[in-house]
């Protein structure tokens, strides 16, 4: 048996404790996002009120609002975001991780599990790794250290 098997359960028993549901990873998703402060993607303005989704933003100008998950590399995710941050984090501890093995663990169709991995493995791998993964990445390491 593979040493990976045996250390999945804790990982994800772990991060389950630190990140209980989809409420808390939107929160650190949108914190991460607009670290650096809201701009408007259509009109460039800075100021913004709440949104009618959790943590989204609405442009006090143009009124058009943003989730906490578009033009990140969760939009349009068929799963979860607690369980896409999971995908996320496995693939980053365990790079030879399968999809299978992903698949058993979170019980989670293999198919689902297979697309968002082969996503976010050319999000890690490419060349230009995306920056918010990474800042995401690195605070969940630090909280699961
Ligand atoms: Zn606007």
Known sequence: MSKIKNDIRPVLK???ILYPGEEVCLELLSRKKWEKGFVCKKCGNTNYCKGKKPFSRRCTK???EESATSNTLFHNCRIPLHEALEITLLNCIFPDISSY???RNLERRHMTCYHFQKKIKSCIEGKEQD???KELLSEINKKMA
Request: aromatic residues 8%.
């Open 14 to 16: 772990k991060f389950k």
């Open 62 to 64: 143009c009124k058009s």
């Open 101 to 103: 093995e992903i698949s």
């Open 131 to 133: 920056k918010l993964l």
